[in-house]
């Protein structure tokens, strides 16, 4: 079956602009899950949803980063005004277990700031 | 609160031979333990997961890990590795939903 896929793969911005990336789960799972991978920091958890709510947004870094999810599917990670820090690659996780025994990670977006 | 280290931020190790890669962890509750293999421009690929039961997990691609409460480790072994191994390999521990992940090890198989 089809796997937890990101759009789009690649992205490169100019700083102040706003940015979405795009994540499909596995059909079926409802926890989501959106992580950061960048040099220096390694891979920081950003924000958790069960079914279309976010109850642990805590890894969010900043009130320009923003995430919703609609349907218990599809989840966009909205970044406002982008700056040069916020280059890394974003991964997108899903798993049937709320308790998130075994998350299944997407192919991730790498956003280059310019 | 938890937290995952890596011990080894690269390792060197010639085709064939045996490889282990260490990861502790620290948490005041039961958690669970995985393996995450990256290998370049991909995304994350589980290798194994200690979620309860036998302490020694099999994985894919040959790997294994033990799981040792009383360490409070969960390294990763190999007993011949090959080029194709070449990755980084990223350990993860979860005791609620979240994830929380290692640094990371760099394993270059040489030959």
């Known amino acids: 079956g089809a796997g937890v896929s990101q759009s789009p793969s690649n992205k490169v911005t100019e700083k102040g602009k706003d940015v979405e990336l795009r994540c499909d789960p596995i059909?079926?799972?409802?926890?989501l899950y959106w992580y950061r991978q960048s040099l220096g920091q390694g891979l920081e958890f950003l924000i958790y949803f069960q079914g279309n709510s976010a109850p642990d947004k805590s890894g969010l870094p900043s009130d320009r980063f923003s995430a919703e999810r609609t349907g218990g599917s599809v989840s966009t990670l909205t970044i406002q005004r982008t700056q040069q820090e916020d280059s890394a690659v974003y991964l997108c996780?899903?798993?049937?277990?709320?308790?998130?025994?075994?998350?299944?990670f997407g192919p991730g977006t790498r956003l280059t700031v310019t | 609160a938890q937290s995952v280290t890596q011990l080894d931020s690269q390792v060197p190790v010639f085709e064939e031979a045996p490889v282990e890669l260490r990861c502790n962890y620290s948490?005041?509750?039961?958690?669970?333990l995985f393996w995450y293999v990256q290998y370049p421009n991909q995304g994350l690929q589980l290798l194994l997961k200690?979620?309860?039961?036998?302490?020694l997990v099999k994985g894919i691609n040959g790997f294994e890990a033990e799981f040792n409460k009383s360490q409070t480790s969960f390294h990763l072994r190999k007993p011949s590795v090959h080029i194709s191994d070449t990755a980084e390999y990223f350990c993860?521990?979860?005791?609620?939903?979240?994830?929380?992940f290692g640094t990371g090890t760099r394993l270059k198989v040489l030959a």
């Open positions: 059909s079926g799972h409802t926890a």
């Open positions: 948490s005041s509750v039961s958690v669970y």
């Open positions: 200690y979620l309860s039961g036998s302490t």
């Open positions: 996780a899903s798993s049937s277990d709320p308790g998130g025994s075994e998350q299944y």
């Open positions: 993860a521990a979860t005791g609620t939903y979240k994830y929380i």
